[in-house]
């Protein structure tokens, strides 16, 4: 009894031990180490989930780092915003006709940055339907509107939005 009491204890030692390095692994990456790996030991069941953890997360590396090549590289000018309307992604090109540098503007509000006061309450609306519905009457549509600079002035720019 006190074998099996044993086994039980080194048993749920381990498990618990390859448990929380996943989950301070998974943490490692949703904090932005793309990559992180896992210490592999031994060929049983744990073992393989961490082969396949590390695979997946050098993976979302390896997708990351290709998107951000094509954004930065891209001709045209590339601005995501979040579920919350702040700017995540402000490429290169987007720079100059905007006046502003990406690290200005990541993480502010879309809507404060470069829709004109006139167009934010449709822009504001507009979202909120988005999100509460899932549809948009503008989503994968290319449409003429109003873009403002840092300065203030507006100029008109063609835009299509998607949604991910």
Do not use: W
Not at 28 to 33: H, S, V, Y
Not at 76 to 92: A, K, L, S, T, Y
Not at 141 to 157: L, Q, Y
Request: with cysteine.
């Amino acid at each position: 009894m006190v074998l099996v009491a044993l086994f039980s204890l080194a048993l749920g030692t381990y498990l618990t031990r390859q448990l929380s390095s996943l989950n301070e692994a998974s943490r490692r990456i949703t904090d932005g180490e793309l990559g992180y790996q896992l210490p592999v030991r031994g060929n049983d069941e744990l073992a393989h989930t961490a082969r396949t953890f590390n695979h997946m997360s050098q993976q979302l590396q390896e997708d990351t780092a290709q998107q951000d090549a094509i954004i930065r590289s891209a001709l045209d000018c590339i601005i995501n915003m979040d579920h919350e309307g702040r700017i995540v992604e402000f490429n290169p090109m987007a720079e100059q006709p905007f006046g502003y540098t990406r690290e200005a503007v990541i993480g502010r509000s879309l809507a404060d940055t470069i829709i004109p006061p006139t167009q934010r309450k449709a822009h504001t609306m507009g979202m909120q339907h988005y999100l509460a519905s899932g549809e948009g009457s503008i989503l994968g549509r290319r449409i003429e509107v109003n873009a403002m600079r840092s300065d203030g002035t507006e100029f008109p720019v063609e835009m299509a939005i998607s949604a991910t």
